[in-house]
């Protein structure tokens, strides 16, 4: 189905993305889903593209270009040429607004420049061994110290877990009354921040996912990321956007895997026809072809509502959970149609599906999306 949302300047744009990622992240992806990890470098060599966030304001280096449009064109090219697990959207789309609306202007305008070069890379530490779905029950603490504040705790899962040199901390304020959730920006150089080894995964090779500890680490009051008694507030609100961009990627998986499969089945042949032939396979196909397209239409036109800054929460989470949804039947379909090929590291449809099951998962799972849904539907309400 054709898109409406694009611009000729965003066709010209995602032809300078295309190239990009067919120039610098293609081809050393095998190599970095071998390390772990994606070199640094490639950071940097986006930032000098432009291609980190392209919102950020002229004076730290950005583009000013307030235009999801132009960013999801650079989430669908990295996931058609690139490499899944070269997180250019938590950096640039997840992360840095905290920096940027939340920082003071001195720690924005430290930081920012960095950011946007692609010289300091950033991650976001909400998840701990004890629980992820339940933010409101973080364990970390965060303890005055001065003008400053202390924090301990360990955080899971988090993602650009070893590259990462400022991490947005999620750390409940113990000495507050009510002890509410602060949010605080910890630095690589910081005494007392330590991590794990990268963490073996089912998919996601090159992700440097990881283990953080925090040891009573000082954070000054500069690194303070807004009002400490606001932070769960500022996270329901930012997660919106997290879940739009995770509803991005998920449709654009699955769109590349549709097409994987199809160029498969146009060729593999049995019992004398291509195997796409088979009645029962082109249905199966039909239907994800028309499943696909619907939930494109409804991100493309979230993406929009998000550019007139009317995104709202409910709606990002039934993208999430739609998107995540048909990109979950697209892979097994694709591996399915694939035979053993499908099994085989060597056919992408493969990474493709080990990649794709954590998108029900994280960015808040599937569970939380009906959640957060139900909630806007008026069902607590006794008569
Ligand atoms: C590859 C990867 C990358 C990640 N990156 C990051 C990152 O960068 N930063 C970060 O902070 N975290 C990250 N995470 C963590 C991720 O966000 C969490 O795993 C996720 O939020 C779920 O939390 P949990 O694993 O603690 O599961 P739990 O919260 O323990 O949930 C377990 C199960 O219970 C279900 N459940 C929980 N509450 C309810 C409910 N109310 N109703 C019904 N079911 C419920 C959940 O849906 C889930 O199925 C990442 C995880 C992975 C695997």
């Known amino acids: 189905m054709d898109r409406l949302i694009f611009d000729s300047e965003h066709i010209l744009f995602r032809d300078t993305v295309r190239h990009f990622m067919l120039t610098n992240v293609a081809p050393h992806a095998e190599r970095w889903r071998r390390d772990g990890m994606v070199d640094r470098a490639v950071y940097r060599q986006a930032g000098e593209a432009g291609l980190l966030c392209l919102w950020a304001q002229a004076d730290v280096g950005g583009a000013g270009i307030a235009d999801l449009r132009f960013d999801q064109i650079i989430i669908e090219e990295n996931i058609r040429h690139g490499e899944t697990g070269f997180y250019i959207h938590l950096h640039s789309n997840l992360v840095a607004p905290y920096i940027d609306r939340l920082g003071s202007p001195t720690l924005r305008a430290r930081l920012m420049p960095g950011i946007v ?3 300091t890379i950033l991650a976001i530490a ?9 933010l409101r029950a973080v364990q970390t603490r965060a303890i005055r110290d001065g003008d400053g504040w202390r924090l301990s705790g ?4 988090i993602s650009n877990g070893i590259l990462s040199d400022a991490i947005v901390v999620v750390a409940r304020c113990r000495d507050l009354p009510g002890e509410p959730i602060g949010l605080f920006l910890v630095e690589r150089d910081m005494a007392g921040l330590s991590r794990g080894k990268p963490l073996k995964k089912m998919g996601l090779a090159s992700q440097d996912t990881a283990e953080i500890m925090l040891d009573d680490v000082h954070v000054p009051a500069d690194n303070l990321l807004g009002d400490p008694t606001a932070g769960f507030g500022t996270l329901m609100r930012f997660l919106g956007t997290e879940r739009l961009i995770a509803a ?10 549709l097409d994987l499969t199809l160029d498969f ?12 032939q088979f009645q029962h396979n082109r249905f199966r196909l039909a239907a994800l072809r028309a499943q696909i397209d619907a939930v494109q239409a409804m991100v493309d ?8 800054g009317s995104l709202e929460g409910g709606d990002a989470a039934s993208a999430k959970l739609l998107a995540s949804e048909v990109e979950s039947q697209m892979v097994d379909l694709g591996v399915q149609l694939h035979g053993g090929a499908g099994y085989m590291d060597e056919y992408r449809i493969s990474r493709l599906y080990t990649d794709a099951r954590i998108s ?6 599937n569970e939380i999306m009906l959640e957060i849904i139900a909630r806007g539907m008026d069902l607590d309400t006794r008569s």
């Open 248 to 257: 991005i990627a998920s449709i654009a998986a699955a769109q590349v895997a």
């Open 301 to 308: 036109q979230l993406v929009l509502r998000a550019n007139a």
């Open 154 to 157: 360990t955080k899971t899962y």
């Open 265 to 276: 089945v146009r060729h593999r042949r049995a019992f004398g026809q291509a195997i796409g």
């Open 126 to 134: 909400m998840t701990e061994p004890g629980g992820g779905s339940d």
């Open 360 to 365: 029900r998962i994280f960015a808040g799972s």
């Open 117 to 119: 070069a692609g010289d």
